[in-house]
């Protein structure tokens, strides 16, 4: 017993003590990088989520803004509200759509209600 607590402290006193920069884990020697690297990790993931998020949300805006401008007399409409309707005329910032066919009940929107237009058997959304 005594002989081997004498070689563990044979073997502590010989292992060296490290000086120098820290090395990552695995013991590759090189320095973890610090704040340059995660500067530029963080900013790669902030034009990801730009890219991902916003361009996606410009797109569908320009696309809704083009639909509501191109609606036009008899379109099926789907308003935000949920109400499916016809529409009967359009002025610069309203669209009268007619709800009900049989006591021809219409209701007047601005333009910027309309959630989608339904064609025949597709429907162009916006969402």
């Known amino acids: 017993m005594e002989n081997m ?8 006193a010989q292992t060296p003590v490290p000086t120098g920069p820290p090395t990552q884990p695995g ?3 090189k320095s973890a990088g610090g704040f340059p ?5 963080l900013m790669l993931a902030m034009v990801v989520f730009y890219i991902f998020l ?6 569908k805006k320009k696309e809704l803004a083009k639909m509501i401008q191109g609606l036009k007399k008899n379109d099926r409409v789907v308003t935000i509200g949920g109400i499916v309707g016809t529409v009967v005329t359009t002025k610069e910032d309203e669209i009268v759509v007619r709800v009900d066919e049989t006591n021809n009940t219409k209701m ?3 333009r910027q ?3 989608r237009v339904i064609t025949g058997d597709t429907e162009e959304t916006s969402r």
Not at 37 to 41: L, P, R, S, T, V
Not at 54 to 59: A, E, Y
Request: glycine share 18%.
């Open 5 to 12: 607590n004498q070689s563990m402290i044979e073997l502590v």
């Open 27 to 29: 013991g590759t020697g």
């Open 37 to 41: 690297n995660i500067f530029f990790g």
């Open 54 to 59: 916003f361009r996606g949300q410009g797109r």
């Open 108 to 110: 007047t929107f601005v």
């Open 113 to 115: 209600s309309i959630q």
